[in-house]
T-cell receptor, first 113, second 108 residues
Framework: DTGVSQNPRHKITKRGQNVTFRCDPI?????LYWYRQTLGQGPEFLTY????????KSRLLSDRFSAERPKGSFSTLEIQRTEQGDSAMYLC???????????FGSGTRLTVV | KNEVEQSPQNLTAQEGEFITINCSYS?????LHWLQQHPGGGIVSLFM???GKKKHGRLIATINIQEKHSSLHITASHPRDSAVYIC??????????FGTGTRLTIIP
């Protein structure tokens, strides 16, 4: 297993366009988390899945954001009608359960121009 | 409000110096994590603590549950230790709440 994989690593998009990011967790991990990190700040929680069920969503996840994990394996995070304020690093992590710790991906850096 | 605070925000030291980074949190936790983030963004988990002290190589992490405080120490610091170190906690739930990070620069 190669760890948590995120694609793409970098994405530059024009304001108003839609973007989709993918996260492939460690295969045995049933929990998957999305975080957003802006420059100079710590990551902030967006949402998490246990298997295919989305169990918690942050208020940061506006109507323009949607996340899915259709078969309980990989997950996608879509941002519709991107805004400049969406520019950030989007991080994915997975775990067996919180008491076993987390493995993070390398992130997708989004720049909205 | 569930909060995590780190200090200092930035730390520059000479190679070989003993480094301490501090983390405090507002309410009871189920676990505290120390993470390392290099330029480019990837995050590596260094330690997960719920009590006491852990050591891995030149890194030592301690936690005082009563005082709601944790420290990360680096002995014999080296330029390759330069990174952002982030404290994160589980406030009794699945998600992590992060501090803002400490940017450490070790000068040869």
């Amino acid at each position: 297993d190669t760890g948590v994989s995120q694609n793409p690593r970098h994405k530059i998009t024009k304001r108003g366009q839609n973007v989709t990011f993918r996260c492939d967790p460690i295969s045995e991990h049933n929990r998957l988390y999305w975080y957003r990190q802006t420059l100079g700040q710590g990551p902030e929680f967006l949402t998490y899945f246990q298997n295919e069920a989305q169990l918690e969503k942050s208020r940061l996840l506006s109507d323009r954001f949607s996340a899915e994990r259709p078969k309980g394996s990989f997950s996608t995070l879509e941002i519709q009608r991107t805004e400049q304020g969406d520019s950030a690093m989007y991080l994915c992590a997975s775990s067996l359960a919180s008491q076993y710790g987390y493995t993070f991906g390398s992130g997708t850096r989004l720049t909205v121009v | 409000k569930n909060e995590v605070e780190q200090s200092p925000q930035n730390l520059t030291a000479q190679e070989g110096e003993f480094i301490t980074i501090n983390c405090s949190y507002s309410v009871g936790i189920s676990a505290l994590h120390w993470l390392q983030q290099h330029p480019g963004g990837g995050i590596v988990s260094l330690f997960m603590l719920s009590s006491g002290k852990k050591k891995h190589g030149r890194l030592i992490a301690t936690i005082n549950i009563q005082e709601k405080h944790s420290s990360l120490h680096i002995t014999a610091s080296h330029p390759r230790d330069s990174a952002v170190y982030i404290c994160a906690v589980n406030f009794g739930n699945e998600k992590l709440t992060f501090g803002t990070g400490t940017r450490l620069t070790i000068i040869p």
